[in-house]
């Protein structure tokens, strides 16, 4: 899907008289795109930094002159603002063009609630809420695809204003207040929830010498020593200590992270980024490790003491899980027609088989692999609680020999017949701009050469300035769009995905997908 166009008429008056503007850019991290602030002066912005913000004329003239060179433009929350909220993965821009919204109703209903003015985010897939609510209680900020902020984020504002909602920045303390509480919780609740987690006056060297003297005390410090050969992987421990720690931290995050960081298991990959919504390695892990962690030490401690027993580390020990039910001997399971897909996907299904001399479950598990990828990030499966994309894993096992390769082919052919379609259509484009960037590129190479031969400042300063205004005319390489890709790295599969919007599905014939996962291309890391 396009961006969105930047219509800065769109964005209210009142914003417009801030002076806490950006640009941002849009960059590859980890793997993962992200939104990166910028100063008009080219330099990194900080949303808690009001010296490098500026004014909205000056940001839309920086963006609009700066040749394509930013995304858009971001406006920085402070306690003088209005009050910034975010929701995620909740509008499908498809249709909005023909002036059909097409918004989920958990977005809706808030939309509808705050009743203010309301935006597009740049991708045309989110929604943006500005609106003056007073003081945001004290408790979280985000909660899945929700979030709302006072102050120390900066959020994109593109001026796609979404119709129906108000045009300007309104009033509405106790909306907000209320759409909080619904989410988060009353403080009430939030208070009632911090007593069921006493706080003990303990430091964490105290904490974890109780640790080590309990039922499980062996394990925690065997962990904690840095020796997980007692787990596939280092990952599985990371995950067992949080636990342990979850236990006798009374699920603060902040000790479990604390405690962690000292022991022998943390590693760099701790604090990467590992997650769409932008949560580290260690945030993940230590929110499974609360999430899955019903009891605390606090709670046993303070029980001990109500009833009179004698309190010692030795008498308190963790849950103990019972045992797992492990699957054992064969399973029947229903053969799989495709007459259970629906009109002429089902009969294409049934051609591939019968022509390829396959169980139609073959084609029927790469029909659902194909559509997924045709609509891959396009749309969303919506429940009361949450929202996920249409991801779809299918996995063929059969043996050598039995024609998998004919189904793959067969089901992703028209995906190849779009692919090259698109090529050719682009192929006079493709050339037009690399023919273009070939040749900016030779004029920046003869004006280094200039600027570099003369002693005339003034010449310098002229060839310096056209190749800064060459580079920032220079279109960007333009690619042809892919849907699917077979056998690749790790590195190369995070290209596709950033040329290609985050779209790109991985459809092997072969198991190699799965080397490349053990580890085929990084030494079996």
Request: glycine share 8%; proline share 6%; aromatic share 8%.
């Amino acid at each position: 899907m396009t961006p969105l166009t930047f219509n800065p008429s769109g964005i209210p008056d009142e914003l417009k008289t801030y002076p806490n503007f950006v640009l941002w850019q849009r960059e590859l991290r980890d793997g993962k795109t992200t939104k990166v602030p910028y100063q008009i002066n080219g330099q990194k912005a900080a949303s808690t930094r009001a010296e490098t913000w500026t004014t909205f004329p000056t940001a839309v003239s920086a963006y609009q002159s700066a040749g394509g060179k930013y995304d858009g433009i971001g406006f920085c929350l402070t306690e003088e603002t209005p009050i910034g909220i975010d929701l995620d993965h909740c509008r499908c821009p498809a249709f909005a063009n023909q002036g059909l919204e097409i918004i989920l109703p958990w977005a809706q209903d808030i939309i509808d609630k705050i009743d203010s003015y309301t935006e597009a985010s740049p991708s045309g897939k989110g929604i943006r809420i500005f609106a003056k609510g007073g003081k945001l209680p004290v408790g979280g900020r985000k909660k899945g695809d929700f979030e709302i902020y006072q102050s120390g984020r900066y959020l994109t504002v593109t001026g796609n204003h979404i119709a129906g909602t108000p045009t300007k920045i309104m009033d509405r303390p106790d909306i907000i207040e209320s759409v909080f509480n619904e989410i988060f919780g009353s403080k009430k609740d939030r208070d009632a929830g911090e007593k069921i987690q006493p706080q003990l006056n303990f430091n964490v060297t105290e904490i974890l010498e109780k640790a080590y003297v309990s039922k499980t005390g062996e394990q925690i410090r065997k962990l904690y020593n840095g020796d997980y050969s007692d787990y596939p992987s280092q990952s599985e421990a990371d995950l067992a200590l949080c636990s342990h720690l979850a236990f006798w931290f009374s699920n603060d995050a902040g000790m479990i992270d604390t405690a962690f960081r000292a022991s022998g298991l943390f590693r760099p990959k701790w604090d990467k980024r590992h997650h769409a919504d932008g949560s580290t390695y260690g945030q993940k892990t230590i929110e499974t490790a609360i999430a899955g962690n019903q009891q605390t030490y606090a709670q046993n401690y303070t029980d001990t003491r109500s009833s009179q027993t004698t309190n010692t580390a030795e008498n308190i020990s963790e849950p103990v899980w019972e045992k797992p039910v492990l699957f054992g001997g064969v399973f029947e399971t229903p053969e799989i027609q495709a007459s259970i897909v629906p009109g002429i996907l089902g009969e294409y299904c049934k051609a591939v088989a019968d022509a390829s001399q396959t169980p139609e479950a073959m084609s029927v598990a790469m029909a659902l692999a194909t559509v997924a990828t045709c609509i891959q990030k396009r749309f969303e499966v919506a429940s009361p609680t949450h929202t996920e994309p249409e991801c779809v894993w299918t996995l063929i096992g059969s043996d050598p020999g039995t024609r998998k390769s004919a189904v793959v082919n067969g089901l992703t052919f028209p995906l190849s017949v779009w692919e090259k379609g698109q090529a050719e259509i682009l192929k006079p484009e493709i050339s037009k701009v690399q023919h273009t960037i070939d040749v900016n590129q030779e004029r920046v190479n003869q004006l280094k050469k200039k600027a570099a031969k003369s002693d005339d400042p003034s010449v310098r300063s002229d060839c310096l300035i056209e190749i800064m205004n060459i580079e920032n005319t220079t279109p960007e390489p333009l690619t042809v769009p892919r849907l699917f890709t077979d056998d690749t790295t790790p590195e190369k599969l995070a290209n596709l995905l950033l040329v290609n919007q985050e779209r790109m599905a991985v459809i092997s014939d072969e198991g190699g997908t799965f080397e490349v996962l053990s580890g085929l291309y990084s030494n079996g890391n």
